[in-house]
């Protein structure tokens, strides 16, 4: 063999391994989680989502938060009701995307339903506690929700009766609001 084939041989071999390597060790780094997968969303993500259609005006192809008014409106429902009210403010440009919607039944706060009705860029909705229960069933309420323009619920916040740990929260709620806002290219 001649030193021009030995040194052909090499070259291309050098080519192969450049090119198949990298390929072969990707495949092995998903294959054996090598590494972290990357979430990026900061709330709960729900599978499935849920199906809110009944809940929601059927017209309405836009982003909802979405909370539902306990009962008692203690600290946590306070907090609850003022980061929606913040954070669909704070959509600025987005604002038309964006729909803030309180849900509240006849056994919910009056004080809690009357803060919220006074927040008049939000829609304050009446709907039966059967129709919310069908809707969430074994999920827990006591939350503020992401829907999309689909009316499907898809990511869910827990609220706080702490105060500094709910304005937290509601800045990833906003952060989340902002990159689906951002990707969606629908409402």
């Known amino acids: 063999m ?9 070259s291309l071999l050098l080519l192969i391994a450049v090119f198949v390597l990298p390929v072969i060790f990707a495949f092995m780094a998903l294959k054996l989680d090598w590494f972290n997968q990357a979430v990026t ?6 599978q499935p989502v849920i199906e ?3 809940l929601v005006n059927e017209s309405d192809t836009k982003w909802h938060l979405l909370y539902i008014i306990p009962d008692i409106c ?10 929606v009210k913040q954070i669909f403010l704070a959509t600025g440009k987005h604002a038309d995307r964006v729909n803030a919607l309180f849900i509240y039944s006849d056994t919910s706060s009056p004080e809690a339903v009357a803060k919220a009705k006074a927040f008049t860029s939000a829609d304050v909705l009446n709907k039966s506690n059967e129709n919310v229960s069908e809707v969430f069933k074994n ?6 929700f992401i829907s ?11 609220v706080t009766t702490d105060k500094e740990q709910a304005i937290m929260d509601s800045r990833d709620i906003l952060a989340d609001l902002k990159k689906l806002l951002k990707l969606s290219r629908i409402g």
Do not use: F, M, W
């Open 2 to 10: 001649s030193a021009q084939n030995t040194k052909n041989k090499r």
């Open 41 to 46: 969303n900061r709330g709960e993500l729900l």
């Open 52 to 54: 809110a259609s009944s």
């Open 74 to 83: 203690d600290l946590a429902c306070d907090n609850a009701l003022y980061a």
């Open 139 to 144: 999920t827990d309420i006591n939350a503020i």
């Open 148 to 158: 999309d323009t689909l009316h499907n619920v898809v990511l869910r916040y827990p």
